[in-house]
């Protein structure tokens, strides 16, 4: 009974951390995530394909250098995966962000707070729905987030430079 209990209680332990970590993600940088939540918005299947490829090389690269006899390649290996953790932290708040977007519209007068962390909990309890929840929505949902987490971070959008305001010599009256 007891290895029943460290099961439910470890699960229900990643529920509330995955939702605290996308409302902290989604307050403290909150430009990328909003740049995420477009990329969702426009394309949520650019954003899968994207994923996958981010995902196959940085994480076979980061397979191979951890699966090396050097110390130094394995430590390279492990930074390997650090691009994939910013890029599903950025994401699966863009997708809560989306989400409590999307709540908004049919709860008048409820807190962006109070959505947001609905949208990481809603999140966050689909990955839980056993066999498709396990099997679709977590490997599906992912490369999404990550497609579009990671290209938000990396790519930024096009600044224009400031107009060049015309110095005009002071006319002699």
């Known amino acids: 009974m007891a290895d029943v209990y460290s099961i439910v209680f470890t699960?229900?332990?990643?529920?509330?951390?995955?939702?605290?970590?996308?409302?902290?993600?989604?307050?403290?940088?909150?430009?990328?995530?909003?740049?995420?939540?477009?990329?969702?918005?426009?394309?949520?299947?650019?954003?899968?394909?994207?994923?996958?490829?981010?995902?196959?090389?940085?994480?076979?690269?980061?397979?191979?250098?951890?699966?090396?006899?050097?110390?130094?390649?394995?430590?390279?290996?492990?930074?390997?995966?650090?691009?994939?953790?910013?890029?599903?932290?950025?994401?699966?708040?863009?997708?809560?962000?989306?989400l409590a977007e999307r709540m908004r519209a049919l709860q008048e007068g409820a807190s962006p707070f109070g959505l947001l962390v609905r949208g990481s909990l809603i999140n966050s309890l689909a990955a839980l729905f056993p066999f498709i929840g396990w099997f679709l929505f977590i490997p599906v949902a992912g490369l999404i987030s990550l497609g579009a987490g990671l290209t938000a971070v990396i790519i930024r959008p096009h600044r224009r430079p400031a107009p060049m305001v015309a110095r005009t010599a002071p006319s002699a009256n």
């Open 11 to 98: 699960i229900l332990g990643f529920l509330v951390v995955s939702c605290g970590l996308n409302v902290w993600t989604a307050l403290v940088f909150p430009a990328p995530v909003q740049r995420c939540r477009s990329r969702l918005e426009e394309g949520p299947f650019a954003s899968f394909l994207l994923g996958a490829v981010y995902a196959g090389v940085f994480g076979g690269l980061g397979i191979a250098a951890l699966s090396a006899p050097s110390g130094g390649v394995k430590i390279f290996g492990a930074v390997l995966f650090a691009p994939l953790m910013i890029g599903l932290a950025v994401g699966g708040a863009g997708l809560s962000t989306l």
